[in-house]
C-alpha cells in the first residue's frame, strides 16, 4: 500500500491509520490542488498551506464526532526566506537557514492536534523510533549528508522489525 502522496509541487504527504480514509484525503487534496492551479494567479500551495488545511479538515471531522482515523505527516520544501507554522492558538515564524528553499514538517492527527519537529513519526515508530531519530538528528539537521540520514532509516527501521514483526523487513532506496 502506498502511504506517500504527492501533493502539487513542493509537499509530500505521509499517512499512518485507516486508508479508506486516507483516500479520501488524497481526493480532497487532489481536487484543492487542481482548484488553486485553475485560478491561474501563479500561486501554488506549499506544505505549511497543506498542513493547515488538513488541520482544519481533521478538527472538523472529529467536531461533527465522524474522525478521520489517519495520523498525517506534512513534509516539503518551499522557495522563500521564510515559513509560517501555524495553529489555532498561536502563529509562529521560523526562520529557516537553508537555501533557497524553506523545509517544513508537522504533525496532524485524527483530533485535530497539530506540532512539528526536525524528526516525526506515525504509529509504533512514533513510540520506538521517534527517540532514535532525535537522539540521531536534532540540531544536526543542516549537516545531515544523504547517507547519514538512510543509516539512521535503517536503524529505525530494524528495531521497529524486531519489535513488530508483521512489518517487512527491507527498506528500499530510491535512486534519482
Not at 135 to 160: C, H, P
Request: charged residues 20%; contains cysteine.
Amino acid at each position: 500500500m502506498q502511504r506517500l502522496q504527492a501533493v502539487g509541487d513542493y509537499t509530500v504527504l505521509g499517512a499512518g491509520g485507516d486508508m479508506s480514509d486516507f483516500q479520501y484525503l488524497q481526493t480532497i487534496l487532489d481536487q484543492l490542488v487542481v482548484e488553486e492551479f485553475s485560478r491561474g494567479d501563479g500561486h501554488n500551495l506549499g506544505p505549511a498551506e497543506i498542513h493547515e488545511y488538513l488541520s482544519q479538515v481533521m478538527y472538523s471531522r472529529r467536531s461533527k464526532m465522524d474522525p478521520l482515523w489517519n495520523a498525517l505527516l506534512v513534509g516539503g520544501v518551499k522557495e522563500g526566506k521564510r515559513c509560517i507554522l501555524s495553529s489555532r492558538l498561536h502563529l509562529t515564524l521560523t526562520a529557516c537557514s537553508i537555501s533557497p528553499g524553506c523545509r517544513f514538517l508537522a504533525y496532524v492527527d485524527l483530533l485535530g492536534t497539530t506540532y512539528s519537529a526536525s524528526t516525526l513519526a506515525t504509529g509504533f515508530g512514533a513510540h520506538l523510533a521517534q527517540p532514535l531519530l532525535r537522539s540521531a538528528v536534532e540540531n544536526r539537521e543542516d549537516i545531515l549528508t544523504e547517507e547519514e540520514a538512510f543509516k539512521i532509516l535503517e536503524q529505525s527501521m530494524r528495531v521497529l522489525f524486531y519489535r513488530d514483526a508483521r512489518s517487512f523487513n527491507k527498506v528500499c532506496r530510491r535512486s534519482n
